[in-house]
């Protein structure tokens, strides 16, 4: 039987054996009494990794994400992203159904959007007839972007910006492992310039499931009593903490793997004269490529009758993500089949 590699995205592997060993041997509580021991050592080490002053454990990235804006937000008000931000695209119109607030988009170039773009959609507070600016929210990496980074230097400018005007800052750090790791710029680094952030231990790290929050001790205690009231109360979930807390203690700086494995696959594409790529773009685990003389729904199929299975970036684009489940052997086989079906 063919081996079907799957490159839709980092959250397709599996837990490892150490992770499931982990899993297994677990100690749990009642977290919604704040009971399971597990969970607590994966917040507290969370906290203490990215130098914030507490964390929550959320089952999804979605929910840390919605959690947050519902925290630092009031119905009415609004939150400025950037155009492909996922809070945007892919959380199913959460702001404005559970929060009751609305986003205002900024353009930006490969996910990245300035202070001279947002500046000017700041609301005036005495225009009491618009909505109430409240949030700036940016997403490191971007994923519609193709995994592109947020530079640091941005996120500072930023920061003052929101400051200035009084305002909070979000970070949907979903990948922010892998944004740390190219740049060498450690968490607590980007996290000091974010009232709140939210990122994803299932997104790269190989956890089955589960994401973090991260603020002050004010902001978690009321992030608490939300998670609660959307279904986020979990009882003995230290079994999936276990998997959260091996995955930040032995899975980040393997991630440089990841990123290496999307160049190599990057660079062969390059050669290749029926597709379109631009290596610069290539900075994580992802690439976006376009292919040429063919439609991406005929693409896709041809992939996967050779064993590949790839997945959409939209606008005419496919999008692969490397990962730990597939190895530099497999990697090896994708350049064969992409010049198969490429060439």
């Excluded at 003389?293 to 496919?318: N, P, Q, R």
Aim: aromatic share 6%.
């Amino acid at each position: 039987m063919k081996k079907v590699i799957d490159l839709r995205s980092d959250t397709v592997t599996k837990p490892s054996a150490g992770m499931r060993k982990a899993i297994a041997s677990a100690e749990v509580g009642d977290d919604v009494y704040k009971e399971d021991p597990t969970v607590n050592r994966l917040e507290s080490y969370a906290a203490e990794l990215f130098g914030k002053e507490a964390a929550l454990f959320v089952p999804t990235g979605l929910m840390g994400n919605q959690i947050c804006l519902n925290v630092l937000t009031n119905p009415g008000d609004e939150v400025i992203c950037e155009r492909h931000a996922h809070i945007f695209q892919y959380e199913s119109g959460a702001p404005a159904m559970l929060s009751g607030i609305q986003l205002n988009l900024v353009e930006g170039t490969r996910g990245v959007i300035t202070p001279a773009q947002i500046e000017p959609l700041i609301r005036p507070e005495s225009a009491y007839y618009m909505p109430r600016t409240r949030v700036i929210e940016i997403e490191n990496t971007h994923n519609v972007a193709g995994g592109a980074v947020f530079p640091i230097e941005n996120i500072i400018e930023i920061k003052n910006l929101a400051d200035k005007y009084k305002l909070y800052t979000h970070l949907d750090g979903a990948r922010i492992w892998n944004a740390s790791v190219k740049t060498g710029i450690s968490l607590s680094e980007y996290a000091k310039y974010c009232d709140t952030l939210s990122c994803c231990l299932s997104k790269g790290l190989g956890a089955p499931i589960g994401s973090i929050i991260l603020g002050t001790k004010d902001f978690i205690k009321e992030a608490y009593r939300v998670r609660k009231a959307i279904g986020g109360g979990m009882r003995q979930v230290g079994i999936i903490a276990a998997a959260g807390l091996y995955a930040l203690e032995n899975n980040i700086h393997r991630l440089a793997e990841d990123h290496h494995k999307a160049r190599i696959l990057a660079e062969h594409l390059d050669t290749l004269q029926n597709v379109e790529i631009n290596l610069e773009s290539v900075e994580t685990n992802m690439l976006m490529f376009r292919p040429i003389s063919m439609t991406v729904e005929d693409a896709l199929s041809k992939l996967k009758e050779e064993g590949l299975i790839l997945g959409t970036g939209g606008f005419g684009i496919i999008r692969a993500v490397t990962h730990m489940d597939v190895s530099f052997d497999d990697i090896e086989k994708v350049k064969v089949i992409f010049f198969k079906i490429f060439a």
